[in-house]
């Protein structure tokens, strides 16, 4: 079957340090795989994507991601928070099965302390 | 317009009464999803167009929800009966094409409130 896990349901650092927000997939076919980012009251945008190309992914404000086959992660990191990055992320799972699948992980809430 | 477009945002109904929900995809977007997100959720899939066919209705929850699509165009997904479990954000999304991995694009949601 196929799965997406977001590790942590909320995650705070302080304004400066990195951020790490951790995602595991489930999946019998080869994935593309997204991280999207929600603000307060704001619709979904996206962060980045991997499409089997190159496995570190680089996206919008800093944020990277790097596909780890023999682990089955796509962890979001960033090497420094900024109170702006304080939002609601979506690891996102889509499998082409002959028919088109996305499946959203249940969100990580990143909290950023002054 | 150049963003996806949902209407209305806000919606507060009586448990019993029906409700339609209005999505404007990005022109020339060819697959349109509608979710659902309940309070401190992720996000929970319910239907999907590729122009105007459903090919996956897998995750709409009851018979009292469905959904239609004119062409590649405007999407309306109505509740009927409303329960207050069905109090969420209905999250609306397009994408270039359905068949592979594209870039999904978000409105800025209908929250819906049965009392």
């Known amino acids: 079957a196929q799965s997406v896990t977001q590790l942590d349901s909320h995650v705070s650092v302080s304004e400066g340090t990195p951020v790490l927000l951790r995602c595991n997939y489930s999946?019998?076919?080869?994935?593309?795989l997204f991280w999207y980012v929600q603000h307060p009251n704001k619709g979904l945008q996206l962060l980045l994507k991997?499409?089997?190309?190159?496995?570190l992914v680089k996206g919008i404000n800093g944020f990277e991601a790097e596909f780890k086959k023999s682990e089955t992660s796509f962890h979001l990191t960033k090497p420094s928070a900024h109170m702006s990055d304080a939002a609601e992320y979506f690891c996102?799972?889509?499998?082409?099965?002959?028919?088109?699948?996305?499946?959203f992980g249940a969100g990580t809430r990143l909290f950023v302390k002054a | 317009g150049a963003g996806v477009s949902q209407s209305p945002s806000n919606k507060v109904t009586e448990k019993g009464k029906d409700v339609e929900l209005r999505c404007d995809p990005i022109?020339?977007?060819?697959?349109l999803y509608w979710y659902r997100q309940r309070l401190g959720q992720g996000l929970e899939f319910l239907i999907y167009?590729?122009?105007?066919?459903?090919?996956?209705k897998s995750g709409l929850p009851s018979d009292r929800f469905s959904a239609e699509r004119t062409g590649e165009s405007v999407s309306t997904l109505t509740i009927q009966r409303t329960q207050q479990e069905d109090s969420a954000v209905y999250l609306c999304?397009?994408?270039?094409?359905?068949?592979?991995?594209?870039?999904?694009?978000f409105g800025e949601g209908s929250r819906l409130t049965v009392l």
């Open positions: 022109s020339g977007h060819t697959a």
């Open positions: 999946s019998s076919y080869s994935p593309s």
């Open positions: 991997y499409t089997s190309a190159a496995t």
């Open positions: 996102v799972v889509s499998f082409n099965t002959g028919g088109f699948k996305t499946i």
């Open positions: 999304a397009s994408s270039l094409r359905g068949l592979g991995p594209g870039e999904l694009f």
């Open positions: 167009f590729q122009g105007n066919s459903a090919p996956d």
